[in-house]
């Protein structure tokens, strides 16, 4: 890389209370000099804020293409610019993909910020699984490719993430509850960071009823978490496991395969061969 070339900044910004922004952010917003904002409008305030001067263009999924060539021409002058989105940080279901990709494609610098996403955000307050999550961005807009999108993420074990307008989360919600399951557990976090910060949680038909029947509910962008799926046969033999080695411990192995089939519904014969694997038949008579 030419060490003359200036720096891309991929600055996060918070998703809601100015407070988040980081000591680092505010530097480097100072610092650079040029500011690529999806909404110069709400960029502007945030600086307004802080008290910074930088000057601001326009880097939205309308102009992303041509402002992308023009900022690569600008980073290889010499100078540096920062990429914020909105809110929160800048790719993640906002734009600057393709300004990324072409910098990176020219051997040119291109420095992380980060901060305030809304995603990790609200995956971390929810309640849910956070071991394993698929973050899905915004879903389709009509019912019935929704359907057909959230029907291929439908045995996705981990937590599924997106981001949804409040006017269609009910929508979303009760889509989900037709193809992955009324009983899915879920959260909705609402106005994140907020002074009305809000998390609801239940299964996602209960949410989409009380999204319906509630309209405060239904104001602003919201993160919906989805309890990812569970084979309910590993759920099963879990449980048949644990009876079995109780009941092994103190009958002969075929009485205690029998046994716990009746208690748990599940084969005398495949709780017999289990026992044999786990090793309990011995000593029994």
Known sequence: MDERCGL???VATPIGNLGDLTERARKVLTDVDLIAAEDTRETRRLLAHCGITTRLIAY?????????????E????GLSVALVSDAGTPLISDPGYDLVVAARARGLTVVPVPGANAAICALSAAGLPSDRFLFLGFPPRTGAQRRLWLQAVAREPGTLILYESGRRAALTLADAATVLGETRRAVVGRELTKRFETFLSGSVRE?????T?????RLGEMVLLIE???DPGSADQVEQERVLRVLAAELPLRQAAGLAARLTGGRKNDLYRMGLELGLA???A
């Open 213 to 217: 029947a509630e309209d405060e509910q």
């Open 228 to 230: 990812g799926w569970q």
């Open 60 to 72: 939205h999924d309308y102009n992303e293409a041509t402002a992308a060539a023009r900022l690569i």
């Open 207 to 211: 949410l989409a009823d009380r999204l």
């Open 74 to 77: 600008t980073l290889e002058s």
């Open 282 to 284: 011995q000593g029994s």
């Open 8 to 10: 891309l900044y991929v």
